[in-house]
């Protein structure tokens, strides 16, 4: 399968903030700042996978810097860091940008994992991922990094589950 680069399927958007995005304190909502930057992920990670669907499996560390305010326009950053055989890690940097000064700030930032559905809707291949530059590169291992700490953590919580199934403290239906 031929690979496809970064820059190939970085992607770039836009939303600006408006009263029903805010709360009372007149800042955009968590959930709304998390929806775009699902959004734009999803939309790297198609231009990626190129012919099939994508689906968020996880959200790796989402942090707010700052608040968005009402007006404000937020631009979306994403980019391919890492491809599996059948998922993807796309991070997404959100900056926010006051209209009437330029000034613009990091608001957020957040890792998020896809993985490619084909019509059938099971997983499928997805083509690996060409870097270009020192920066893609350092992205690429820092993105592998996470990916072994997340799967060392899925392990673990497997195990904690089926110790605590095996044991007569716990019936199966306290877990959840």
Known sequence: MIGRSVTSSETFM???ALPGD???AGNVHGGVILKHIDLAGAVCAMRHARGCSVVTASI???EFKAPVHVGELMML???VNFVGSKSMEVGVRV?????FTGNIRHVASAYLTFVAMNAEKKATSIPPLVVESKTQE???QEATLRRAARQAERKREKQTQDEMEQSSIYSP???F
């Open 14 to 16: 836009t939303h600006r």
């Open 22 to 24: 805010t709360n009372a």
């Open 60 to 62: 790796d560390r989402m």
């Open 77 to 79: 950053k994403s980019s």
């Open 95 to 99: 900056e926010s940008e006051d209209l």
């Open 138 to 140: 350092r992205r690429l």
């Open 173 to 175: 239906e306290e877990l």
